[in-house]
């Protein structure tokens, strides 16, 4: 079966733009999780969407945001991009609390200008 | 908070040799999940294992073994007849099963080479 799907690959941005990024999770998935990654941080979470709710949140501003859709696809958006949001965003699925782990995507690289 | 702690940034193995790769971790709770993930240039993160943490048995996935230590918080992961396609960065995980803390914590990551 498909796995998790993220889109756009790639993207270059202009200080204080905002983005939207998309991820398809692998079917019959409702969980979906995003992630940072950057060279200085690591991996950081962002939030994860259940059943299109907000189950949980990380440690970031507001300018960043995320829902869930009724077919368990999610958005993620970052408004008034800074520099310092430059990096690999990831997405994860995973069929509910994620006790079998989570299948990753292969992320968005957002690099901002 | 639960942290992750890799301590060997990089590593190196020949091919068809074993490495052990580090993992240790700080938590208080006493039902949780560990993973090691394998990121390779591709980006994709890949689940390489996982460990319930209420199982005294080492988990085994082919060529892939953990040691759990549960008392002393230590995770490691042990790849033996190492192939060129498991050079790549590894992470590992902590994940907690209770309440509402749907997320993954990470360590930084160890780079592994494996040289033919």
């Known amino acids: 079966k498909a796995g998790v799907t993220q889109t756009p690959r790639y993207l270059i941005k202009t200080r204080g733009q905002q983005v939207t990024l998309s991820c398809s999770p692998i079917s019959g998935h409702r969980s979906v999780s995003w992630y940072q990654q950057t060279p200085g941080q690591g991996l950081q979470f962002l939030f994860e969407y259940f059943s299109e709710t907000q189950r949980n949140k990380g440690n970031f501003p507001g300018r960043f945001s995320g829902r869930q859709f009724s077919n368990s696809r999610s958005e993620m958006n970052v408004s008034t991009l800074e520099l310092g949001d430059s990096a690999l965003y990831l997405c994860?699925?995973?069929?509910?609390?994620?006790?079998?782990?989570?299948?990753f995507g292969s992320g968005t690289r957002l690099t901002v200008v | 908070a639960q942290t992750v702690t890799q301590s060997q940034p990089e590593m190196s193995v020949q091919e068809a040799e074993t490495v052990t790769l580090s993992c240790t971790y700080d938590t208080s709770e006493s039902d949780y999940y560990l993973f090691w993930y394998k990121q390779p240039p591709s980006r994709q993160m890949i689940l390489v294992i996982r460990q319930e943490a209420y199982k005294q048995q080492n988990a085994t996935e082919n060529r892939f073994s953990v040691n759990f230590q549960k008392a002393a918080k230590s995770f490691s992961l042990k790849i033996s007849d190492s192939q060129l396609g498991d050079a790549a960065m590894y992470f590992c995980?902590?994940?907690?099963?209770?309440?509402?803390?749907?997320?993954?914590?990470f360590g930084k990551g160890t780079l592994l080479t494996v040289n033919p």
């Open positions: 995980a902590y994940g907690y099963s209770g309440g509402s803390n749907y997320k993954l914590t």
């Open positions: 994860a699925s995973s069929l509910g609390r994620g006790y079998g782990g989570y299948t």
